[in-house]
């Protein structure tokens, strides 16, 4: 099956690419890019997608997701998981390690590749937990789960809190060569926490969760990195002064990467408040607000912002936690923390491209060339020769959110009802075209189109 | 709009006068009374009435004010709330004669109410009731045993009494819509 | 009232505030009469869901819907929802087909009353959510600072004790600036939350923070002191009840150096001897007892004000 995406604005970070033209693919992977060209006529095993006024892109890698599989299933699968991220233009996934039980054996490891294989319409790499049982106190026989294909390791969810067993880690990640990725909470600073630290919190009467917590294990671990030469990435940074942290260890050369989420570039700590985009007010207390870490100020937002734009944050990883109804439509101290972001990411960031925050290019980088790059994997790229993992993009189309439309079975996000712009078109993985928005069926023509 | 006086101040002060006369005859005096006055109008109204008896029979007569907001009956017609005020009764009601007072009687649900905050307060002896005005149209079994005026009138038409003390003029109008 | 329900008090109007105080004038008197007792709620159910033990407010609430001729019933529901297995809202959902008129809910968890409200026909009036607001409170307290001075405009109130986990001080700020007073919170640090500069950023409205109650009490009409929980001592906030004691406890000296006629108020129950101190609490100054009183009669005008039958400007 061959496939011919036509007339789009190929954007590939990754060769500096940036041109409108013709996007060839023979036998699952990338062959060509030529200049614009008519369509050709009817010919045989060729599917045409018509991307004029689009943007053609590597598929996205999302380096932070819950799948929740095996284990809760209730809350979403490997095969809703990874519709959702096809929806979302997403070709590769890294699951997240916390399910139940959690992945610190090869056997879950296994098992999460064979569901993949069977029912996943993305590609997935799965993570493995630092400590057994995620307990903080042993590592995993991580260079056994490495084998079995672990890309990186992580307790998240949960921080490392021992020092000594942090060390050790980054230690040991030296000679496996995966990264250790860390969320970064000291739970004697954050206990209770229910949402950022400040003013809205005290508005609220809900008991904050200060940057503070945040900030000492960022600076903690990036000094245990400094001295042992470990392999660290930092998940989901939040906060202003978290950034400087990070800066000043780049600067003296520590080397690691760091990623923060799409929902902490373009929401604030107001939202729980009830506020939003146009002079609307929303009810406050939704918990689909309710996030760890929590959704901060303004200020830190826009450090965040510039930071990407700079490089010091490396990439974005969207984090995507559903849960069921029954975890959120309660009470918000009682409520689970978590955003289901995999369809709504890429619209929601090209609202800070479209507010000139930063170029398209460099937005496709963080989510494509930077991820595969800080993880060692494949994709990320359009080159020829590369698996024909392919993105296609409608970046004006508006569109309102409405979660009970998502594949993911996770329907919590704050962002329903409000309008982005935005729309992820078409999506391929291998060649293979594993979606196709419902409205732009026109775009295809030719053999191998998705039954309706 | 049209409005139409039906009684001058003259008048309204005469029918005052003969209705406090009325009350002391049908009493025996003034012994043993309290005056209520139902808020708006029925205050200063009462208030007049109890000046009058005291210089007949020179005696003070215990004088009250009722708020009957709290007691209607009246389904919701209008959004707007009229402001709820605390009633003034400062003595006890018990075995006494209370004389309400109000300025136009309509359909009878007012007194209704009033009877009801009355028992509330405790139980009179006797209640009888003094109107300025009788304008037909009962809805309930309720009927004053003063009258200043019986005033026939058309169930859309309003009957508005005016005094110095809230309105800066003595008289009685109807009002044609 | 043009509500359905009431939450908070961030979104009264000045006379919003000023139709219930004024109405609660009304029902004072009601309570000043042999019988205390007047129909127009009658035919109606009000629910006190409590999921938190509580005497006070909840036979307040309970004497004030009773005052209105209103069928009550008490709920308590103690623990957490989860921990009960019937969730908040299938428990709203259930008093809504019971026919419940007006729910009365006090939870432990900050915004429980957001929750449910969507989900009743019918009013929800916030007893206190956790750490976040207690409008009744403020309201009663207002009433009874507006009946001792004819007004709140142009008062400072210093508001003293543990500010941070306070729903009573969120409510009464909010209740106080709206209706012109000057608020001076003070407390320990460790106790104080974060009001962001000018407390203008998260929409509260501008208070004073003071940790020197000896300096800030010079200023005050009214010393509104909060109730100190034992918890904050094992939990590290506070190095000792005995320290606190010495810093912040309104006793007789301080209430000296406050304005003339200044009025010392507690929204109960009181730890005598420790945030006030027990002469003060029974002293001249002292309108504790008159809060309580005011709570029914405020509590009653609430109810009246959401569930009464209106009234039309209705034929004589």
Not at chain 1, 220 to 244: F, P, S, W, Y
Request: charged fraction near 25%.
């Amino acid at each position: 099956m061959d496939v011919l995406i036509r007339g789009g604005r190929i954007v590939d970070p990754s060769q500096a690419v940036d041109e409108v033209g013709d996007l060839w693919v023979r036998d699952d992977v990338v062959a060509q890019v030529t200049p614009a060209r008519p369509a050709p006529e009817g010919r045989r095993g060729l599917l045409v997608i018509d991307a004029t006024g689009q943007v053609v892109c590597p598929g996205l890698i999302d380096v932070h997701c819950h799948l929740r599989d095996p284990g809760q299933e209730e809350k979403e699968t490997i095969a809703t998981g990874t519709r959702a991220a096809a929806r979302g233009g997403f070709t590769s996934l890294c699951c997240m390690a916390n399910t139940v039980p959690p992945v610190d054996s090869r056997a879950v490891v296994e098992y999460i590749q064979r569901a993949a294989a069977a029912d996943g319409t993305a590609r997935v790499y799965p993570l493995a937990t630092v400590t057994r049982g995620m307990a903080g106190q042993e590592l995993t026989e991580m260079a056994d789960l490495a084998e079995a294909g672990a890309v990186a390791f992580s307790d998240d969810g949960k921080p490392v809190i021992d020092s000594g067993v942090m060390r050790h880690a980054l230690e040991y990640s030296r000679m496996i060569e995966r990264p250790i990725m860390v969320h970064e909470e000291d739970p004697a600073l954050s206990a209770g926490g229910l949402m950022n630290e400040g003013p809205v919190a005290t508005r609220l009467g809900l008991k904050g969760w200060p940057g503070v917590a945040e900030e000492v294990m960022i600076a903690r671990d990036l000094a245990i990195c400094a001295v042992t030469h470990g392999r660290l990435h930092l998940a989901h940074v939040t906060t202003a002064a978290g950034v400087e942290i990070i800066r000043r260890a780049r600067e003296r050369g520590v080397e690691f990467t760091a990623e923060t989420t799409p929902h902490h570039l373009t929401l604030t700590d107001e939202w729980v408040a009830g506020w939003r985009p146009n002079g609307q007010i929303a009810s406050p207390y939704d918990t689909a607000t309710k996030v760890n870490p929590p959704l901060r100020t303004d200020a830190d937002r826009e450090a965040l912002v510039a930071a990407v734009r700079d490089g010091v944050l490396d990439l974005i990883g969207t984090d995507h936690a559903p849960h069921g109804e029954v975890d959120k439509l309660c009470e918000y101290g009682a409520a689970a923390f978590g955003i289901s972001g995999l369809e709504t990411a890429l619209a929601a960031l090209l609202g800070l491209v479209h507010h000139g925050d930063f170029g398209l290019s460099l937005l496709i980088r963080r989510l494509t060339a930077e991820p595969a790059r800080a993880f060692g994997l494949p994709g990320g790229t359009l080159k020829p020769g590369a698996p024909a993992d392919v993105c296609v993009f409608d970046p004006d189309a508006s569109w309102t959110v409405d979660p009970r439309r998502f594949a993911s079975k996770g329907k919590n996000t704050p962002l329903a009802g409000v309008t982005l712009r935005g729309v992820v078109t078409a999506t391929l993985v291998g060649g293979r075209l594993v979606h196709l928005h419902e409205e732009r069926r026109s775009m295809t023509t030719g053999e191998g189109v998705p039954a309706a | 709009m049209s409005d139409r006086v039906i009684l001058t101040g003259t008048d309204l002060r005469r029918a005052l006068a003969r209705i406090a006369h009325e009350i002391v005859e049908r009493n025996h005096g003034v012994e043993g009374l309290v005056l209520l006055g139902m808020r708006t109008r029925g205050a200063p109204l009462a208030q007049r009435l109890a000046a009058t008896l005291q210089e007949l029979e020179q005696r003070a007569v215990p004088r009250g004010e009722l708020d009957i907001t709290l007691y209607r009956d009246d389904l919701a017609r209008r959004r707007l709330q009229p402001q709820i005020g605390p009633s003034d009764v400062p003595v006890s009601l018990s075995d006494r004669t209370v004389v309400l007072v109000d300025d136009v009687i309509f359909t009878g649900r007012s007194v209704r109410a009033a009877l009801d905050a009355i028992m509330d307060f405790g139980r009179p002896a006797s209640v009888q009731l003094a109107v300025l005005v009788d304008r037909g149209h009962r809805e309930l079994p309720i009927r004053p045993d003063y009258v200043g005026k019986n005033v026939p009138t058309a169930l859309d038409e309003e009957v508005k009494v005016r005094l110095e003390e809230t309105d800066g003029v003595d008289d009685v109008v109807i009002r044609r819509p | 009232m043009d509500r359905k329900d009431v939450l908070d008090l961030d979104d009264f109007s000045p006379d919003e505030i000023a139709l219930v105080l004024d109405t609660a004038e009304a029902m004072r008197e009601v309570l000043s009469r042999p019988i205390r007792r007047v129909p127009p709620l009658r035919g109606k159910t009000i629910v006190n869901l409590f999921y938190e033990a509580s005497t006070r407010t909840r036979i307040s609430f309970e004497l004030a819907a009773k005052n209105l001729s209103a069928d009550v019933v008490n709920v308590s529901a103690s623990g957490s929802s989860v921990e009960k297995g019937e969730s908040l809202v299938d428990t709203i959902r259930t008093l809504q087909a019971l026919g419940a008129d007006v729910v009365v809910i006090r939870h432990p968890q900050a915004g429980a009353p957001y929750l449910v409200a969507p989900h009743l026909r019918g009013s929800v009036v916030n007893a206190g959510d956790g750490c976040h607001a207690h409008p009744t409170q403020a309201l009663l307290d207002l009433f009874t600072i507006r009946r001792k001075f004819g007004r709140i405009n142009g008062l400072t109130v210093v508001i003293v004790g543990d500010i941070l986990y306070s729903r009573v001080a969120r409510s009464n700020v909010w209740g106080l600036a709206r209706m012109g007073a000057r608020v001076i919170l003070c407390g320990p640090p460790t106790l104080m939350p974060d009001f962001g500069v000018n407390g203008h950023r998260a929409g509260l409205p501008p208070v004073e923070v003071c940790y020197d109650l000896d300096r800030c009490v010079k200023r005050a009409d009214v010393v509104m002191a909060l109730r100190i929980q034992r918890e904050r001592q094992s939990g590290g906030l506070l190095p000792s009840l005995r320290e606190y004691v010495k810093l912040y406890q309104v006793n007789a000296e301080r209430v000296g150096q406050a304005r003339p006629g200044a009025l010392v108020m507690h929204p109960g129950p009181m730890n005598e001897g420790i945030e006030i101190a027990p002469d003060v609490a029974r002293g001249s100054h002292s309108v504790i007892e008159e809060q309580v009183t005011n709570g029914v009669a405020t509590r009653m005008a609430l109810l009246y004000l959401l569930a009464g039958e209106r009234s039309g400007l209705a034929v004589a």
